[in-house]
């Protein structure tokens, strides 16, 4: 899922200020399981933000919160269409693809972000949230064992560990795993270390952020008249 | 408006059932006197508490707000205060954000039969808050208790709905 958290409450007060009603949209989908802009977190920030505009004397702000069940949808967005007439600014607690959607989709309103959205990753344990997919758009998870070197390891080395890991340990802190540690102890356990006697090649970045926005198609899916999109 | 010593602060004391609600109860039993700007709302568990309800409170105008629930390690619901602790803290940050003084939100521990530790910690808390002054958020009175009420009603369906 995609992973977020909140902005700080004055960066987004600063941000609304200046409109007069502001609805402060939350997403129901991986940043609602994320804790960071689902319904319950819309509620509380929207309380925050109420009361911090109304600290610097911008009471007359109204803001209100609504969540829908994904921002990133445009079918989804529909619910939204109807109220969104009653406001001049949109504050999206998406991430940035339901940022974008809601300001594609409302052309007349400012859309403003209420979270940074960090990376693709899992729930680690309760409350931590760890990146494991780049979305590289080459994914070589097959060669290294279920664990994305490009991802996990602070160099992106794909050809075994730098000299900074340490017992297990990358010399960025002393809470992230050395990634080669984990691919060549998962290797080890399944009897294929020999594989990283050759060396791998280079990655192909031509399928990742080259070329500006990427698009995928699937023509079996596309209806005449329904998309996709130009 | 700060440093009023003479200013009675509004508290909301969110109380768990089976420890301050009960305490504050046997306080009263024990004539305890305590500060009576203090008004108490019943959950079943301050594990209940959302960061939300007690934002509200704020957001209506009290000048201070306190969680009271069990001893650590003493929660009905195992560790209902283990989390209401960790919302507070949250909670806390926020006030930050907003230009709220933290110390207008406090946690407490204690258990039911120390009805004179509540009247304490309530008198502590009013101590605390009076000299800040009133909150920046504050409403006139008529205002505040048409919005605590609310609040009131509004915990109330949460409890009894289970969701928020």
Redesign the interface.
């Known amino acids: 899922m995609i992973v977020a958290d909140r902005k700080?409450?004055?960066e987004i007060?600063d941000m609304v200020k200046d409109h007069e009603r502001v609805l402060l949209v939350g997403c129901g989908t991986c940043v609602t399981v994320c804790l960071a802009g689902g319904e319950?977190e819309a509620?509380?920030i929207g309380?925050?933000l109420?009361?911090?505009l109304?600290?610097i004397g911008r009471e007359a702000v109204t803001v209100h919160e609504c969540t829908i069940e994904r921002q990133c949808e445009d079918a989804f967005i529909d619910v939204l269409a109807q109220r969104v007439g009653d406001y001049d600014a949109i504050c999206s607690l998406g991430c940035g693809a339901g940022v974008q959607a809601l300001a594609e989709r409302f052309p007349g309103k400012a859309v403003y972000p209420g979270l940074n959205t960090q990376f693709i990753g899992i729930l680690e344990s309760q409350g931590v949230w760890t990146e494991k997919c780049a979305a590289c758009g080459n994914c070589r998870l097959d060669q290294y064992f279920g664990i994305c070197p490009i991802t996990r390891c602070a160099k992106r080395q794909l050809n075994g560990p730098c000299g900074g890991s340490r017992a297990g340990k990358c010399e960025v802190s002393d809470g992230t795993d050395c990634a080669w540690q984990l691919i060549c102890d998962r290797a080890k356990s399944l009897d294929k270390l020999d594989v990283f006697d050759v060396l791998m090649p280079a990655q192909d970045w031509s399928t990742s952020n080259d070329g500006g926005a990427r698009k995928v198609v699937r023509e079996d899916q596309c209806i005449a008249g329904m998309g996709p999109k130009a | 408006m700060k440093n009023n010593i003479n200013h009675k602060p509004v508290i909301l004391a969110f109380c768990c059932h089976y420890c301050a609600y009960a305490a504050a109860d046997m306080a009263g039993s024990m004539r305890l006197q305590y500060p009576a700007n203090v008004r108490v709302l019943r959950f079943p568990c301050t594990g209940k508490i959302?960061?939300?309800h007690i934002?509200?409170a704020?957001?209506q105008g009290v000048d201070g707000v306190m969680v009271a629930g069990c001893l650590e390690g003493g929660c009905h619901f195992l560790e209902g205060n283990l989390r209401a602790r960790k919302r507070v803290e949250r909670v806390k940050t926020?006030l930050s954000?907003?230009?709220?003084e933290q110390e207008r939100l406090e946690m407490f521990n204690l258990s039911s039969a120390e009805g004179p530790r509540f009247a304490q910690i309530v008198g502590e808390m009013s101590e605390r808050i009076a000299p800040l002054g009133p909150s920046?958020?504050r409403k006139n009175a008529q205002a505040m208790d048409v919005g605590l009420a609310a609040i009131e009603r509004q915990t109330e369906l949460a409890i009894q709905g289970g969701s928020?």
């Open positions: 700080k409450i004055p007060r319950r509620g509380i309380s925050a109420r009361m911090s109304k600290i | 959302e960061e939300n934002l509200a704020f957001e926020f954000e907003i230009g709220v920046p958020l928020k």
